[in-house]
């Protein structure tokens, strides 16, 4: 596996707090990686890292086999990486489609868009599609999100990262507002955009929802990746020991503790 987007020696502190303590991580194409880890492991600071959210104290990121510096999400996004953080980053007031083209408003045809309207029909439908690839059950594409459902949201912001993504998209907790339906088509569309060959990252605390669908999964605990297993050679036994320390007497690959 080449790796499209790669860490090495990551380290952040926050005052006295080691929030990432020589962490590495790596995620291919058409793979998806599920990052685990217990709360304070690491997860969410290694993310921000990698999306452009967050400054380093050291450490490299290479992206296509080439170090980069991700300093914002606007670098992240022009690289094709997407991120649904837990907090979502959706503007309440706006709709399901501005919410969609926020930054990437289509213009009008014509006089019109030289003067500053949008094409909002075709916003409206392009948004429209891509909530129904998600089993989308959002009502209107008219009111603000700020109206809606947890769960509607959630799908707004999930639609809205896969969508842009044509490298490597974040899902952090995706399907922690939905229902069994709603989950159910999170996870098809999440093989679904790792079957045309994106990378998926996907922060879970669900171990059932990583053992169906990751093809690794990278545990991380004390602000360092701690094991690396393959999705389908793993066990839920497996995944809560290396959290929690019980196998973690060095990086474990694939089961087995690395040399």
Do not use: C
Not at 106 to 113: D, Q, R, Y
Request: no cysteine; charged share 20%; aromatic share 4%.
């Amino acid at each position: 596996m080449t790796a499209v987007l790669k860490a090495e020696g990551l380290t952040r502190s926050f005052g006295h707090v080691m929030a990432l303590n020589g962490a590495d991580f790596e995620v291919g194409l058409g793979e998806v990686v599920a990052l685990i880890g217990d709360n304070g492991a690491g997860k969410s600071t290694l993310v921000k890292a990698l999306t452009g959210n967050l400054a380093l104290d050291s450490g490299v990121i290479e992206f296509d086999g080439r170090p980069v510096t991700l300093d914002s999400p606007t670098t992240a996004s022009r690289l094709g990486i997407e991120v649904v953080h837990q907090d979502l980053a959706l503007a309440p007031h706006l709709n399901p489609a501005q919410n969609m083209f926020l930054g990437r408003e289509i213009p009008a045809k014509g006089v019109l868009g030289w003067l500053g309207f949008m094409d909002n029909k075709e916003m409206r439908d392009r948004t429209r599609e891509r909530l129904a690839d998600l089993g989308g059950t959002v009502r209107s594409l008219s009111s603000p999100v700020g109206s809606m459902s947890g769960g509607q949201r959630q799908q707004i912001a999930i639609a809205r990262a896969i969508a842009w993504a044509d490298k490597v998209v974040f899902l952090d907790e995706p399907t922690a507002a939905l229902g069994v339906v709603q989950t159910k088509n999170v996870l098809d569309s999440i093989k679904r955009v790792r079957d045309r060959g994106i990378a998926v990252v996907l922060i879970s605390h669900s171990m059932p929802e990583v053992l169906e669908i990751a093809d690794r999964v990278q545990v991380m605990r004390l602000g360092r990746r701690v094991a690396t297993y393959d999705g389908k050679e793993t066990n839920v036994e497996q995944l809560v020991g290396a959290m929690t320390g019980a196998l973690s007497l060095g990086e474990v690959s694939n089961g087995k503790e690395a040399a």
